[in-house]
């Protein structure tokens, strides 16, 4: 079955720090990957998606994210954090059967 | 944002009682889905459907049922409700699209309390 490892499960950071997020899944097939926010109280939404062709994909709000198909990886970055990216990040694998499987969140605090 | 109502939006419940969590959609997408949050845990996928009357068990499925009558409509049931079921749980859809590839979207969630 497939999963997802997100390995930093809280980050601080300054205002203007840079920012990556680790995400590594199992899987040896063809995989659609995700990253999701979710702000304080609100629901999940999509921050950008892998479905194919170039592995560095841009999304909203000036994250992008990198498909590293060797290292089972597809890590988030933004050069240039704000307060208002404080949220919780998740990454999400779907092996093509629609069975959305999601890693464990980071937190993400933004100091002004 | 997608056309996805859960209802209620809160509950607090007995131990031992059961309860319906309703998920709706005016999307006509597909596959719905039934998550849990639990902090550390991230999002747990407890059942999924790929059509009407078409389920299939997630990670964490033990004590919960679903059922699909209609394609805009997908029913948790906790048939008798512990504590550790208290929860945040979110309902999500997805379709395929023109390139077989498709994103979820995600319902506002249900705090349900058990105690």
């Known amino acids: 079955a497939q999963s997802v490892s997100q390995h930093n499960h809280h980050v601080i950071l300054s205002e203007a720090a840079s920012l990556e997020l680790g995400c590594n899944y199992s899987y040896g097939g063809t995989v659609n990957l995700f990253w999701y926010v979710q702000y304080p109280g609100q629901h999940l939404q999509l921050l950008l998606k892998?479905?194919?062709?170039?592995?560095l994909v841009k999304g909203i709000k000036g994250f992008e994210a990198e498909f590293i198909k060797s290292k089972f990886s597809f890590n988030l970055r933004k050069p240039s954090v704000q307060w208002s990216d404080t949220a919780e990040y998740f990454c999400a694998v779907n092996t093509g059967f629609q069975k959305l499987v999601f890693g464990t969140g980071t937190r993400l605090l933004v100091s002004p | 944002d997608a056309g996805i109502t859960q209802s209620p939006r809160h509950k607090v419940t007995e131990t031992g009682t059961p309860v319906t969590l309703r998920c709706h959609q005016t999307?006509?997408?597909?596959?719905m889905y039934w998550y849990r949050q639990d902090p550390g845990h991230g999002l747990r996928l407890i059942h999924y459907?790929?059509?009407?009357?078409?389920?299939d068990k997630g990670e964490v499925s033990d004590g919960y049922s679903v059922s699909r009558s209609k394609t805009e409509d997908f029913l948790l049931t906790l048939e008798s409700a512990t504590s550790s079921q208290t929860s945040v749980y979110f309902c999500?859809?997805?379709?395929?699209?023109?390139?077989?590839?498709?994103?979820?979207?995600f319902g506002q969630g249900t705090r349900l309390t058990v105690v």
């Open positions: 999500a859809i997805s379709d395929l699209g023109p390139t077989m590839n498709t994103e979820a979207f």
């Open positions: 999307e006509n997408h597909r596959y």
């Open positions: 459907s790929y059509g009407v009357k078409d389920t």
């Open positions: 892998y479905f194919s062709g170039d592995p």
